[in-house]
């Protein structure tokens, strides 16, 4: 019995369940400082470039519009502001097809046209640059043609709202209230008619003239005609 309980194996021992509960405390509770994996709540967050792109199109876009209305200036008689709030795209639509080929409607933020317009006569369209406006440019020296167009669309529109806010013709500015002189000028061949009716000079006067502004033939037309009256009052007498 002392032999065999001298070659007796023990048998592998195992913890209470305490002390197991104990050793697995410490392992979970101390962290492996090697392992890079972290809780998806707490990963950093990857720089959204969303806005970035954004700004870089809206800048894109503005500079765009500015040299869009650089390009209108060139050749350009008369530029007019119109309020248009309210106006649907459909209806900027309709008005595009009713403008003389001559004439360019473009819808552009009030900041912009100033900067396109910095440094130009243009610059007197300052007192119109409020609220919301669409911007006329008239390539062509029959202001009233170019006027009429939109005259006709807001009257059958019902548009008493969207007026014109301003106008520059020839480095003047005309606010609303003055643009029954810009509607009612003559046109180039009605000057032209009352001219050669009138002058009686020789025809390379009448040629030198003829070249001159719309603006400049009607005062020299007037001017003509006030000395004929002239004349006749003092040959009366």
């Not at 979970?28 to 700004?55: E, G, V, W, Y």
Request: net charge positive; with cysteine; proline share 7%.
């Amino acid at each position: 019995m002392e032999a065999a309980a001298l070659f007796t194996f023990p048998s592998s021992t195992t913890l209470p369940p305490s002390s197991a509960t104990a050793a697995l405390s410490l392992k979970s509770h101390f962290r492996n400082p090697f392992l890079t994996t972290q809780h998806p709540k707490f990963s950093p967050k990857t720089p959204n470039p969303l806005p970035k792109i954004r700004a870089a199109i809206s800048r894109t876009k503005k500079e765009e519009t500015v040299d869009k209305v650089k390009e209108e200036l060139a050749d350009c008689h008369l530029i007019a502001a119109i309020a248009y709030k309210g106006l649907t795209v459909q209806q900027f639509r309709e008005l595009r097809t009713q403008l003389p080929e001559t004439t360019k409607l473009i819808v552009a933020k009030n900041t912009l046209v100033l900067k396109a317009i910095e440094g130009t006569k243009w610059e007197a369209l300052k007192p119109c640059m409020k609220g919301m406006n669409a911007w006329l440019f008239v390539h062509s020296e029959e202001i009233p043609a170019a006027l009429k167009p939109y005259r006709t669309f807001q009257k059958e529109k019902k548009l008493e709202d969207n007026d014109f806010t301003g106008a520059v013709f020839e480095g003047k500015y005309y606010a609303p209230s003055d643009f029954k002189a810009l509607e009612t000028l003559p046109t180039r061949a009605e000057i032209y008619a009352t001219f050669l009716g009138s002058l009686k000079g020789p025809a390379s006067a009448v040629v030198g003239t003829i070249q001159a502004p719309a603006r400049d033939l009607i005062m020299t037309l007037k001017a003509y005609c006030k000395k004929l009256e002239e004349g006749e009052e003092g040959a009366a007498q």
